[in-house]
């Protein structure tokens, strides 16, 4: 609750465009760039929609209010509770990452033993990925602040059956986070109490040490954090992926009841493709909050899943244990599983960002249609045909249809290529079974 309580949220509630408009950009005054200011959006609809999974990043330090509204409304900046907490994990898993480098120090050998510590290297930089990429979204004015000021905007109007539909799209998104968090949890104590599977990770630490249970049961603590960040940014990605995917399928189907049969188009064309343009905008600050997860987590999933292939056919000790059988099954599942589902729903963002050239060249433009028609309708299809919309990995490209064409041959070549080192009928030694199964 903020300083102003519930009056401050209906402030923001039902704050006109105009007004809404000129706080968000807040670019020049008198002449002089302004910096962007941190803002209170927790009375914002959107952001109230998806509080079960903001509540849910929050318990793991994965989210959190950048300043503390009492000491910015006195004028103190300070960092909140929330986001000191974060620094505090964000440490912890950077420095869990930097640690694991010492299992490298006696050196490696081509094989399904290198395989299953660049396993765990991958996972833990994703995990240090998502926890910086969630650091920065939160930090930045210009982050998920901005992204829910943009969709009040937008939306300055509530959408009673909108909302109700992301409220659907959030509790199935909260649950499958949750599933997925306490799954990865569960293996990674199985992993740490009752095999030698993740003896490795605990480097520089080895069995032969004295404190050796403190050892694993500190890292299992640490676990239940890498698994939230883990799971639930990447769920919180997906969502914002899917709702800009939904948002611009709604802004279609409503543009197309507009366009009569004869050609003609009823309504007010600017204000559409205005709206067009900020929807545009939106993506692109959706973008600057997740791109930096959605670059890594392609390139994690995709050595994630070959490795795993890999170990399959080539360590066939592995699959002697039922259960590490499963584990490997569904850790190559759950990477492709996050690669399939990030790339076709950032494609079809795209896609329907883009899939109004063919109805706009239906607008009639006859010799007495207004000039101003005829300006609107050129500088929308110079939008349409221009830079692509969408989300892109880490800022180098945008993830189109094409894109995952170009994905799967990747993953096919490496896929090739690294089957190709066979380790020569070598298996590995019984005390380094199941070797990076669990994360």
């Known amino acids: 609750m ?13 704050m006109s465009p105009m007004v809404l408009e000129e706080e968000i950009s807040g ?26 999974l903001i509540r849910s990043q929050q318990i793991f330090g994965l989210y959190f ?39 490298f120090k006696d050196g490696f050998e081509l094989g399904p033993d290198l395989f299953g510590k660049l396993i765990f290297m991958a996972w833990y930089f994703e995990c240090a990925a998502n926890s910086c990429t969630m650091y920065h979204a939160c930090s930045s004015p210009l982050g998920m602040e901005a992204f829910f000021f943009r969709w009040h905007q937008i939306h300055s109007v509530a959408c009673n059956s909108k909302l109700a539909i992301y409220r659907k799209k959030t509790k199935i998104y909260v649950s499958t986070a949750w599933v997925a968090f306490a799954a990865n949890s569960a293996f990674g104590f199985y992993g740490i109490f009752y095999t ?43 969502f914002i992926i899917s709702l800009m995917h939904w948002e611009f399928k709604c802004f279609n189907t409503m543009f197309r009841s507009h366009i009569k049969d004869d050609g003609s188009f009823s309504g007010d064309f600017e204000h559409w493709r205005l709206r067009h343009q900020k929807l545009s905008s939106l993506v692109s600050t959706a973008d600057g909050a997740i791109s930096v997860h959605i670059g890594v987590s392609f390139a994690c999933c995709i050595l994630i899943a070959i490795l795993i292939v890999y170990n399959m056919i080539w360590w066939p000790k592995l699959l002697l244990d039922p259960l590490v059988a499963f584990m490997f099954a569904f850790w190559a599942l759950v990477s492709i599983g996050s690669l399939s589902l990030l790339s076709i729903w950032a494609a079809y963002v795209h896609e329907e960002a883009h899939a ?22 050129t500088a929308f299809m110079v939008r349409l045909g221009g830079p692509p919309i969408g989300f892109t990995t880490a800022g180098l490209f945008v993830i189109d249809k094409e894109c995952i064409l170009t994905i799967f041959g990747l993953v096919v070549t490496y896929f090739v290529l690294v089957i190709q080192f066979s380790p020569g009928g070598s298996t590995a030694s019984d005390g380094n079974l199941c070797n990076c199964t669990a994360f």
């Open 65 to 103: 209010h950048s300043v503390c509204p009492f000491r910015q409304a006195t004028g103190k900046v300070k960092w909140s509770v929330g986001k000191i907490y974060s620094t505090f994990i964000l440490i912890v898993i950077c420095f869990n990452f930097l640690r694991y480098w010492s299992t």
């Open 27 to 52: 670019e020049h005054e008198e002449g002089r760039d302004i910096k962007p200011k941190h803002r209170d959006c927790t009375g914002l609809l959107l952001y109230n929609t998806m509080l079960p």
């Open 356 to 377: 109004l050239w063919d109805d706009v060249h239906q607008i009639s433009l006859k010799e007495d249609a207004p000039a101003h028609l005829r300006a609107e309708v």
């Open 196 to 238: 030698f599977s993740m003896d490795s990770a605990l480097a520089p630490f080895s069995p032969d040490m004295d404190f050796w249970l403190y050892v694993r049961i500190a890292y299992l603590i640490m676990h239940i954090w890498l698994s939230a960040c883990w799971s639930f940014v990447g769920v919180f990605g997906l």
């Open 2 to 14: 903020n300083l102003f309580g519930e009056k401050e949220n209906n402030r923001v509630g039902t």
